[in-house]
């Protein structure tokens, strides 16, 4: 059996060792742990925090895997505009935008929610943007073998807007692309298919 779950299956256990440590970063902030409204806050940020992290638990090929289905489809297949919401590991800060992602089937595609899916286990850690997107572009690039692939990510880093230098309308984007879309043309036209407004 694989020991990896399903993010459906993954029901949050959780860690005394993360809910003390919660307790006495409050406590060191000089706040009182005691008082009605934080009484159960070191316990449930220790839940959120493990489910802001559940991905390591998760194998994306896997997910990629259970959904691979023999076509003889051979155009560039789109999925754009999927919301990402992401931990920075420098700050523990979110990071969140969007990530469009493109392929190219080589004799398989996968079903399309399971694009998604993998960004949601790869955002789902501690993590930077460029590695994230490469992330992306890996795991499908070695588990559907597909004739190309590109992942952009746009994202907002809250680290960046509410400390640091504070620039609260700077996005940040990342690419990669593999295969067909290492191709000036392929990937002008993916570039082009993401920023129009088809309807
Ligand atoms: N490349 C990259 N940098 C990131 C990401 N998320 C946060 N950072 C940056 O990580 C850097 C950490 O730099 P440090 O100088 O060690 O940290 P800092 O003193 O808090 O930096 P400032 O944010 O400039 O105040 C900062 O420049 C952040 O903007 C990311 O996804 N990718
Ligand atoms: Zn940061």
Known sequence: MSPYKKFE????????????????????????VTRDGLLKTPERAAKAMMY????????PAEILKGAMFKEDYRE??????????????????????????AYIPNGSIVGLSKLPRIVDVFS????VQERLTHDILECINTTLKPEGVAVVI???????????????????????????????????????LISSDLS
């Open 9 to 32: 299956e993954y029901n949050i256990d959780l860690k005394d060792e993360i809910k003390d440590s919660y307790s006495s970063i409050i406590k060191d902030l000089g706040e009182d």
């Open 52 to 59: 802001l992290t559940s991905g390591y638990d998760v194998d």
């Open 76 to 101: 560039m297949v789109i999925v754009k505009d999927i919301e990402l919401y992401s931990l920075c590991e420098h700050h523990l800060l979110p990071f969140f935008g969007k990530a469009h992602i």
């Open 124 to 127: 789902r850690r501690l993590q």
């Open 154 to 192: 746009e994202a907002s880093h809250m680290c960046m807007m509410m400390r640091g230098v504070q620039k609260q309308n700077s996005t940040t984007t990342t690419s990669g692309f593999r295969g067909q879309f290492e191709k000036i043309e392929t990937r002008n036209e993916f570039l082009k």
